[in-house]
T-cell receptor, first 111, second 114 residues
């Protein structure tokens, strides 16, 4: 699976949009971009994934650049409960379902 | 829908002792995973089961770690003997079938080896 690069930490004001970037410049054509988050003392939680097109669900939006070398996870109205480590993962969907986690971005939402 | 259950939540042992962790995946999920998460790092896959068969155990330190999923449902992960560097959170996850399915994680077991 391709490697990803994320900033180690970010701050966001409560109620504002949180934009978390991820670089995956060596991504292959059949690799998806996945986002998980891990709130303190909990297991990772799936957020969203996409291949080429932008995706939106009840938790977040995923914006993938046209060349697919980077993406941004957007939490439209961050709350204190969104404070967590956010992991960007790229993987082929038929590769045994394995997730390879990097260091992630520690998002701190502040009042 | 009940989530992935793990027990115990916390365990403290001395080095060279043995320890076992239990995982009950979401009902109907064929694929089960064990991950190790050392403090400050992302989770690392140890072993993956498809029903009761092992799909990938390339990252499992087989001299001291073992895992089984005898009836294709519950799973146990054992460490014998434990070392100081085994101190970590052990996460269990499950997914419905296989490729492309979302993985759902349990709360983890925090192991401290003294």
């Amino acid at each position: 699976d391709a490697k990803t690069t994320q900033p180690p930490s970010m701050d966001c004001a409560e109620g504002r949009a949180a934009n978390l970037p991820c670089n995956h410049s060596t991504i292959s054509g059949n690799e998806y971009v996945y986002w998980y988050r891990q709130i303190h003392s909990q297991g990772p939680q799936y957020i969203i994934h996409g291949l080429k097109n932008n995706e939106t669900n009840e938790m977040a939006s995923l914006i993938i650049t046209e060349d697919r070398k980077s993406s941004t996870l957007i939490l439209p109205h961050a709350t204190l409960r969104d404070t967590a480590v956010y992991y960007c993962i790229v993987r082929v969907n038929n590769a045994g379902n394995m997730l390879t986690f990097g260091g992630g971005t520690r998002l701190m939402v502040k009042p | 829908e009940a989530g992935v259950a793990q027990s115990p939540r916390y365990k403290i042992i001395e080095k060279r002792q043995s320890v076992a962790f239990w995982c009950n995946p979401i009902s109907g999920h064929a694929t089960l995973y064990w991950y190790q998460q050392i403090l400050g790092q992302g989770p690392k896959l140890l072993i993956q089961f498809q029903n009761n068969g092992v799909v990938d155990d390339s990252q499992l330190p087989k001299d001291r770690f073992s895992a089984e999923r005898l009836k294709g449902v519950d799973s146990t992960l054992k460490i014998q003997p434990a070392k100081l560097e085994d101190s970590a959170v052990y996460l269990c996850a499950s997914s419905h079938r296989g490729p492309g399915d979302t993985q759902y994680f349990g709360p983890g077991t925090r192991l401290t080896v003294l």
